[in-house]
């Protein structure tokens, strides 16, 4: 079964970077898409981006181009998700999701806390 | 960027009772839409993709409609563990956007 494993919870400081993983198992890695959306506390939803695992291409939202990065390890089945110049406004919980044969999100990971604070 | 807005915000309701949530797209999203019911404390779950398609393991009694910019997602009759915070969104264009969540409450 597709199963989406994240990294654990992380504390940074205001300005600082922080990089969140996701291990992909379950399927053929390299078929589809993953993106990561993005749940700030009591907040809805918001996405962020994708980055294809085959070939490394990446879109990102408009709102986080510059801050953002997103890289895969085809040999690890892993993708990651790397923000910098973090302000408090980023405390959020992190969501990898896989995509769908026609589209949509259809797998999750558990999700990744992040809290910025001073 | 396409904004998605659902209503009610919050709806109170019993179990047995048929619930209708609307999606309304700022533009066409022919039927490019998918509804996540989400619970506390964990990821979304997808329930219906393209608008209407039923996703695997997901029960009978979800139903999804609609295209352009008008969507509903139904729930034919509540039960307790359809208290959730229920999400549409766009896959027509990026940025992907979502609606602001509708909570389902007892």
């Known amino acids: 079964q597709v199963q989406l494993v994240q990294s654990g919870a992380e504390v940074r400081k205001p300005g600082a970077s922080v990089m969140v993983s996701c291990k992909a198992s379950?399927?053929?890695?390299?078929?589809?898409?993953m993106h990561w959306v993005r749940q700030a506390p009591g907040q809805g939803l918001e996405w962020m981006g994708w980055?294809?695992?085959?070939?490394?291409?990446?879109h990102y939202a408009q709102r986080f181009q510059g801050r953002i990065t997103m890289t895969r390890d085809t040999s690890i089945t892993t993708v990651y998700m790397e923000m910098s110049s973090l302000r408090s406004g980023d405390t959020a919980v992190y969501y990898c999701?896989?995509?769908?044969?026609?589209?949509?999100?259809?797998?999750w990971g558990q999700g990744t806390p992040v809290t910025v604070s001073s | 960027d396409i904004q998605m807005t659902q209503s009610p915000s919050t709806l109170s309701a019993s179990v047995g009772d048929r619930v209708t949530i609307t999606c309304r797209a700022s533009q066409s999203i022919s039927s490019w839409l998918a509804w996540y019911q989400q619970k506390p404390g964990k990821a979304p779950k997808i329930l219906i993709s393209?608008?209407?398609t039923l996703e695997t393991g997901v029960p009978s009694r979800f139903s999804g409609s609609g295209s352009g910019t008008e969507f509903t997602l139904t729930i034919s009759s509540l039960q307790p563990a359809d208290f959730a915070t229920y999400y549409c969104?766009?896959?027509?264009?990026?940025?992907?956007?979502f609606g602001q969540g509708t909570k389902v409450e007892i």
């Open positions: 393209k608008a209407s």
């Open positions: 969104q766009q896959y027509n264009t990026y940025p992907w956007t």
């Open positions: 999701a896989k995509e769908g044969p026609v589209s949509g999100l259809h797998h």
């Open positions: 980055v294809n695992p085959n070939s490394g291409d990446t």
């Open positions: 379950g399927y053929t890695f390299t078929v589809y898409y």
